[in-house]
Every structure is written in C-alpha cells, then in structure tokens.
C-alpha cells in the first residue's frame, strides 16, 4: 500500500542525526530486518561491491570512537565500518576463471556507490523501526590504523563508519540548502550571489558561529581539516585498489 505524502514526509522529516545513545541491546528480529533491508538496497551491475565490518569487541569500539573522534561507536546499539568491495567482486571473477581488470577507478566508483546505498538503507530501516543513527566520515582521520585494525584484504576500502541506536539526546531538525539549488531543469543552472547567500543564511542555525560558509571552509578550504586526509586517502586508495 503506498503511503500518503503525508505520512512519507512526517518520516523523513523527523530523521536527524544522533551522537549520543541510551544503552540498549537491539532485539535479534530488529537486527535480522536491518540487515534484510541493507541488502535490499539496488545494486550497479548486480555486484553489491560492498562490505560492512560490525564491531563487536568494546576494545575495538572505544579504539574506534577515538580514533575517529566519535565515541558513540563505543555506546550505540550497532556500530559499523561501511567498506567498498572489490575483493569478493574478483573472487567471483576467479570462481569462473577470469581476472579483475586494471579498473581502480571504477572499482572506486562502483564500490561506493553500493556502499552508499547499502548504508543508507541500513539507515532509514533502522529509523522506521524507531532507531537513530550518525554516519562517520571521522574514519577517514585514521584510514591505516582502520585498515589494519579490521583486516582489511587488498580491494576493500573504508568509506565511513554508522553507529545505530536509541537516542538519548533530543530531537533537532537541520536544515538543508533551497530546493533550487539541487534540482536543475534540463541543463544545470548557476545559482545568482543572492541565493547563495540565501542558502549560507539557511544554514546558520547548524553552526556555532552563524557562518556556515565559514564553516565549510574549516572543513574544504585551504588549510582546512580535509587538506590533511587528502593524502592519506590517497594513499589508502593506492594501496588497497593499486589505483
Ligand atoms: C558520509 C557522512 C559522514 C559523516 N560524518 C560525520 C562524523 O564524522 N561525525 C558526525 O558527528 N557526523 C557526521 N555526519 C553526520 C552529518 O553531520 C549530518 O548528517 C549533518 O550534519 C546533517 O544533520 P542531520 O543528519 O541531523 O539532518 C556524516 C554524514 C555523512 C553523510
């Protein structure tokens, strides 16, 4: 039965994002239905070029939070590595006598894509059941300590971490830029000053300090936080796809 616009957006709408979660074992039948609806999720050229590394051991779980800066791995219901996954993809291939061809880019690109997709499915199932979750791209401050830690064989890169859980902090909405700025009709259209200034002031209730352009800067402009896992992604990449 399809849901009523209604009910489709009073879902999404209620979604935000969790740092902080109440101590709960998540029944096995919740678990089984996240997991059914990961892999649910579409898949580019039926490959599901993707792997997730639960983290179980608390050792690992609080190693992960500070690695990553994100201590609710160690707290949260479910706590995951989202990983791209080119490795299983060439033990198919070999499973019918063929080699992976010389495609790093593409096994990048395809890997997470369906990732991404996996995840995120894993994401809205666990908030219909009433879960909260927090994607973490902090993975990416620690990618050889993670790739050891976790055992990662060559063709498998981490993209990001997903910790699930029952929230125990309260509700916010955060707000997202104007609709005209992601959606373009038929050729791409640049925005005018004013709509970015627009969109800058939407975004001023997420920030401490009321800039949020300021704020993209920390993270992606010159000297910002992303100039520093630049080369170690880079690097990642190099060694764990010979890319
Ligand atoms: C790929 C990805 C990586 C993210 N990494 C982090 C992170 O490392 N730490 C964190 O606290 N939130 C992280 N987030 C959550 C975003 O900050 C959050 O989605 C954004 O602020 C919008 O808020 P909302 O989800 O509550 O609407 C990440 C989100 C995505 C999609």
Redesign the pocket.
């Known amino acids: 039965m399809p849901k009523t616009t209604a009910e489709v957006r009073t879902f999404f709408d209620a979604?935000?994002?969790v740092?902080k979660y109440k101590s709960f074992e998540m029944p096995p039948d919740h678990l089984d239905t996240i997991l059914s609806a990961t892999q649910r999720a579409p898949t580019d050229a039926t490959a599901q070029m993707y792997s997730f590394i639960r983290l179980r051991d608390s050792q690992l779980r609080e190693k992960f939070g500070s690695l990553?800066g994100?201590p609710h791995f160690a707290t949260a219901s479910l706590s995951f590595l989202v990983c791209a996954d080119v490795h299983r993809l060439e033990l198919f291939l070999k499973s019918a006598g063929h080699e992976l061809a010389a495609i790093p880019t593409i096994a990048n690109h395809f890997g997470i894509g369906d990732a991404v997709m996996a995840a995120q499915n894993m994401l809205v199932a666990s908030e219909m059941l009433g879960y909260r979750g927090?994607?973490?791209?902090?993975v990416l401050n620690a990618l050889d300590e993670i790739v050891s830690l976790t055992k990662l064989p060559q063709g498998v890169v981490p993209f990001?971490g997903l910790t699930i859980g029952v929230a125990d902090e309260p509700a916010?909405h955060?707000p997202r830029i104007a609709r005209s700025l992601i959606v373009h009709e038929d050729t791409y259209r640049e925005p005018s000053e004013s709509e970015i200034n627009e969109s800058v002031a939407l975004m001023a209730s997420?920030t401490a300090r009321g800039n949020w352009a300021e704020t993209l800067a920390r993270y992606f402009a010159k000297d910002g936080t992303m100039e520093k896992r630049e080369g170690s992604l880079r690097a990642i990449l190099k060694k764990q796809l010979k890319s």
């Open positions: 979604h935000w994002t740092r990553t994100n927090c994607w973490i791209g902090g990001a916010v955060r997420i």
